[in-house]
C-alpha cells in the first residue's frame, strides 16, 4: 500500500475505470505539451502505452493528445499540486492534485484533511523519496526480477504478493530507460510513471482494525475528489 493506495472493492470498478480514464486524459493532456509525437516525447509515450493497456478508449485518447497538443484550439489550464499531512493515526500522507481552479482545490483539500491534518510544504515530503515506479508482469516462465533489475539499471524491485507483477523502483530521470530495457529481460511493462515511495512506513499491523479502517475511509474521501490524480500513503504492504 506504501506506493499508491488504490480503492478497494469490486463494487467501484465501474466507477474507477471511469475515474482511471479522466486521470490518464489529464496526464496525455499535460505531456502532450512538449510534443504530440509519442516517438520523440517519452514521457507522452509512457502515458499513452499505459492508457492503451487498460483499454481507454481511441477517440478518448486522441482528444485528450489533440487537445493537450493545442490541436483544438482549447486551452489546458492544469496545475500540478501537491497537498501533504497525516491520515488518522499520523500515517502520513501525499496527495497529487492536477486542477484547473486551486482555489477550488485548496478549500476542498482542507474539508478532506478534516478528519486528519493537513501540513504545510515539505512536512512529510522528508519522509518520502521521489521515484520512477514500473509495474510489470512476467512476460517469460524464466523471468527473474532481481536479474532483470540489475540488468536494466533500476534501482530496486518489489516482487508482487498476490499478482505475480513486480515493482521496479528506479531514477526519476531513469524512467524511460527502464522502461525500454524491461521487455528484453523477460517482463512486460504495465504501467510507469513518476510518484513517492515511503521512507518509513507504518505497518497495519501495528494498527487496530478500527483504527485501519478509519484511515481507509479518510484515502476513499481524498481519492474521490475529481481533482486528485494520486495519493501516496506512508503505509507498508
Known amino acids: 500500500?506504501?506506493?499508491?493506495?488504490?480503492?478497494?472493492?469490486?463494487?467501484?470498478?465501474?466507477?474507477?475505470?471511469?475515474?482511471?480514464?479522466?486521470?490518464?486524459?489529464?496526464?496525455?493532456?499535460?505531456?502532450?505539451?512538449?510534443?504530440?509525437?509519442?516517438?520523440?516525447?517519452?514521457?507522452?509515450?509512457?502515458?499513452?502505452?499505459?492508457?492503451?493497456?487498460?483499454?481507454?478508449?481511441?477517440?478518448?485518447?486522441?482528444?485528450?493528445?489533440?487537445?493537450?497538443?493545442?490541436?483544438?484550439g482549447e486551452a489546458v489550464n492544469f496545475e500540478r499540486v501537491i497537498y501533504e499531512g497525516f491520515a488518522p493515526h499520523q500515517v502520513a500522507v501525499m496527495v497529487e492534485c492536477l486542477t484547473d481552479n486551486v482555489n477550488r482545490t485548496a478549500p476542498e483539500m482542507r474539508v478532506l484533511f478534516r478528519k486528519g491534518q493537513l501540513g504545510t510544504s515539505g512536512s512529510v515530503a522528508w519522509d518520502f523519496d521521489h521515484v520512477g515506479m514500473i509495474e510489470a508482469e512476467p512476460?517469460?516462465?524464466?523471468?527473474?526480477?532481481?536479474?532483470?533489475?540489475?540488468?536494466?539499471?533500476?534501482?530496486?524491485?518489489?516482487?508482487?504478493?498476490?499478482?505475480?507483477?513486480?515493482?521496479?523502483?528506479?531514477?526519476?530521470?531513469?524512467?524511460?530507460?527502464?522502461?525500454?530495457?524491461?521487455?528484453?529481460?523477460g517482463f512486460a511493462v504495465l504501467s510507469a510513471k513518476l510518484g513517492y515511495r515511503p521512507k518509513n512506513p507504518v505497518d497495519p499491523a501495528n494498527l487496530s482494525a478500527e483504527a485501519l479502517e478509519e484511515v481507509e475511509s479518510f484515502l476513499a474521501a481524498i481519492d474521490g475528489n475529481d481533482d486528485v490524480q494520486n495519493v501516496y500513503v506512508g503505509l507498508a504492504g
Open 139 to 185: 512476460s517469460a516462465k524464466d523471468a527473474d526480477p532481481e536479474l532483470a533489475a540489475i540488468e536494466a539499471g533500476a534501482q530496486d524491485f518489489e516482487p508482487g504478493e498476490e499478482s505475480g507483477n513486480s515493482l521496479f523502483l528506479t531514477d526519476p530521470a531513469d524512467l524511460d530507460l527502464v522502461s525500454r530495457a524491461l521487455p528484453a529481460h
Open 1 to 72: 500500500m506504501g506506493a499508491q493506495w488504490k480503492a478497494k472493492g469490486k463494487e467501484l470498478a465501474a466507477s474507477a475505470r471511469g475515474k482511471l480514464f479522466g486521470r490518464l486524459a489529464k496526464d496525455i493532456m499535460i505531456a502532450a505539451r512538449n510534443g504530440a509525437d509519442p516517438a520523440s516525447n517519452s514521457r507522452l509515450r509512457l502515458v499513452v502505452e499505459q492508457a492503451r493497456k487498460v483499454s481507454m478508449p481511441k477517440e478518448t485518447l486522441e482528444r485528450a493528445l489533440k487537445k493537450g497538443a493545442g490541436l483544438t
